[in-house]
């Protein structure tokens, strides 16, 4: 599909999501270069409207936006781009542009972080540790939880309740990282579950 850039004098909006929360970081425009240039790099690049040239995000804050998905709109004329930030995507060090400063969705960033501990192997992470005893001692340890769980479920204590939950979580994420599958493939099972 083509990008319209005639409607609004070269330039398109483009909504920047986050890949793993869905939440919206910034908007930015892209005129026709600036979109090539963040095809073949692979890192957001916008026009910069009030510098009147080419800004790639991140180019003096190293906190830049890597492109993992691009869409255009049904007008053609609009881009959302979800990427992996490298780090705070507002100027003011805030997680969005927006300000929403929210937990949900951050799952996905500690699975993230789990696998990228594995995976580099790094041996102070218990996380790794715990992968590199195996199958049976991850599983071991998900059901140990599960356990704690059941049993904080029986008394008042609601903060001890919340916290077994999230050990839960933790280690059933090293479970499925374990298994080689993750949590975006648990979510589409619920998902068709739900088409029933």
């Not at 929360?21 to 979109?35: C, I, P, R, S």
């Not at 937990?103 to 218990?126: C, M, P, V, W």
């Not at 001890?160 to 589409?188: G, M, R, W």
Request: aromatic fraction near 8%.
């Amino acid at each position: 599909m083509q990008i319209d850039f005639n409607k609004n004098d070269g330039l398109v909006p483009v909504i920047i999501q986050n890949t793993s929360t869905l939440q919206v970081l910034m908007l930015g425009y892209m005129n026709k270069e600036a979109y090539e240039k963040t095809k073949s790099e692979g890192l957001v690049t916008f026009y910069s409207r009030s510098k009147k040239r080419l800004w790639t995000k991140g180019e003096s804050s190293n906190n830049f936006l890597k492109v993992d998905a691009l869409q255009i709109d049904c007008d053609k004329d609009t881009i959302l781009i979800k990427a992996t930030p490298s780090g705070p995507t507002c100027h003011t060090g805030s997680t969005s542009c927006f300000k929403e400063e929210t937990s949900k969705g951050f799952i996905y960033e500690l699975e993230r972080t789990i696998n990228q501990r594995i995976d580099e192997d790094d041996a102070e992470s218990y996380t790794n540790q715990l992968y590199k005893r195996g199958i049976n001692k991850v599983a071991q340890k998900v059901g140990e939880e599960a356990v704690e769980v059941v049993i904080e479920a029986k008394d008042d204590d609601d903060t001890l309740f919340k916290n077994e939950v999230a050990d839960l979580i933790y280690h059933t994420l090293i479970l499925l990282k374990a298994k080689n599958t993750s949590l975006n493939k648990i979510e589409e099972v619920l998902s068709n579950r739900n088409k029933l």
